[in-house]
């Protein structure tokens, strides 16, 4: 898509269906790709070790995350050692807290000094950012997914808080900032402008990158005739 050259930002794919990560892969538009028990529910995979093994396999050469399931950190420091095992490019996505609201903190810093690589996820305030920018090792790449558009549900601008992170992560060269739950096209150019390395996004939202830049006067025609036409063909009368 031409429309995308102006951007530096990475685009991630957040799902967990596999033969449209392929695709989306093939298409050679993404960075990367990101998963989560969600989408992983949502997709009805079964086994997730052979999930993820035969997506590291299909994917060989760009960074795909893959979360751990337990709530305590000696649990998730297990799978995370077991995951980091699947592929070179497995990146493990570590909640910031678990369910108690307790950090993980000393697991990321532990695991990122070790060498893993790290996907911090769920993180939704400036505080979970300083914690998790001071555990993370300068020498491990590692992702810190800020969910903005969490943040955009609760009436908040996201815009502020996301630039205040980029400036955190800055003294980090290995750490890259990821806007997380993106909601619509706007975020593509939010994220960039607010200095993120990387934003999920998914097939909708992609369907929409021909719009950037779209004359409003021409998109207000545009509109105006869809309105006309399904009145039509539904034969509606007055």
């Known amino acids: 898509m031409k429309e995308l050259k102006q951007f530096k930002i990475k685009l991630y794919a957040d799902g967990a269906d ?111 950012v300083k914690q998790v920018a001071g555990a993370l090792s300068s020498s491990t790449p590692s992702i810190v997914s800020v969910f903005a558009g969490r943040i955009a549900d609760t009436g908040r601008d996201p815009s502020p808080m996301m630039k205040e992170a980029a400036g955190i992560l800055k003294s980090n060269p290995k750490s890259e900032l990821l806007w997380a739950s993106t909601r619509e096209l706007l975020n593509l150019v939010q994220a960039e402008s607010c200095g993120c390395h990387i934003i999920t996004i998914t097939n909708d939202i992609l369907k929409k990158v021909p719009m950037l830049g779209k004359d409003l006067k021409e998109l207000s025609l545009d509109t105006v005739k869809m309105f006309y036409n399904d009145a039509q063909s539904a034969g509606y009368k007055i």
């Open 18 to 128: 596999l033969k449209g990560m392929i695709e989306v892969y093939n298409e050679g538009i993404v960075s990367g790709f990101t998963t989560n028990p969600t989408l992983m529910k949502k997709a009805a995979v079964k086994n997730y070790e052979e999930f993820a093994k035969s997506a590291l396999k299909a994917i060989p050469d760009l960074p795909i995350s893959f979360e751990v399931f337990s709530d305590d950190l000696a649990g998730m420091e297990r799978e995370a050692r077991k995951i980091a095992g699947w592929g070179e490019n497995a990146y493990i996505k570590i909640p910031v807290t678990n369910t108690k609201g307790e950090s993980t903190a000393t697991l990321v810093k532990k695991l990122s000094r070790d060498g893993l690589k790290l996907n911090v996820t769920a993180i939704l305030t400036i505080e979970q």
